[in-house]
């Protein structure tokens, strides 16, 4: 019986949990809590955690500690709370897109296939961007009259860039799976461990 895989399974979880978190913290807040001036990489985070991690207990912790940020960010500037309304809660289903998108990746013999990643990279960033854009004009009470129909005429302008960084940091993740395939073999290994 080998005993020390549970142990090197969580700590390895940790890791990646502790990786992820410090990546939210350098990219997220609108760069009010960081001098680090880099685009926001929780979409991609998130997907990464649900290929590694997939229990929803992680995910919730990466929903609270995205959160917090927003909220630390708004007490610095209050600029940065202009979002933060009842449409913001839209961000968990978002959030929630792009995290079972990496647990449907986990789930695949191969997570890095070309194919499958991109497919599961483009349809749930899409997805978590007209969940969020759309809650955003829907519930945010900025806009009083919009109805759904109304609500799909806006946000488009803000796809670019919202497709764009998230590709960025998917890509650069993919071609570091690519170049250590016996590190992320290992990791997606150790994430089908009943553990953490």
Not at 87 to 108: D, E, T
Not at 158 to 168: E, N, Q, V
Not at 172 to 190: E, M, Q, Y
């Amino acid at each position: 019986m080998n005993t020390s895989t549970p142990i090197s399974a969580s700590y390895t979880k940790i890791i990646i949990a502790a990786v992820i978190a410090f990546f939210m913290l350098l990219t997220r807040g609108s760069h009010v809590l960081t001098s680090v001036s880099l685009p926001d990489a929780s979409l991609a985070l998130l997907l990464i955690g649900g290929l590694y991690l997939r229990k929803a207990v992680w995910f919730a912790l990466f929903v609270v500690l995205a959160t917090a940020i927003d909220f630390g960010a708004a007490a610095i500037d209050s600029i940065q709370a202009f979002c933060l309304t009842d449409g913001y809660w839209g961000m968990l289903p978002a959030y929630a897109a792009m995290w079972l998108a990496g647990v449907w990746l986990g789930k695949q013999a191969d997570s890095t296939d070309i194919g499958k990643y991109a497919a599961a990279s483009a349809v749930s960033t899409f997805a978590a961007f007209l969940i969020s854009t759309q809650t955003y004009y829907l519930f945010s009470g900025r806009f009083p009259d919009a109805g759904i129909m109304e609500s799909l005429k806006h946000g488009w302008e803000y796809l670019p860039s919202y497709m764009g960084f998230t590709a960025m940091y998917l890509v650069a993740f993919w071609a570091l799976t690519k170049a250590l395939p016996k590190l992320h073999n290992a990791i997606k290994a150790s994430s089908s461990a009943n553990v953490a």
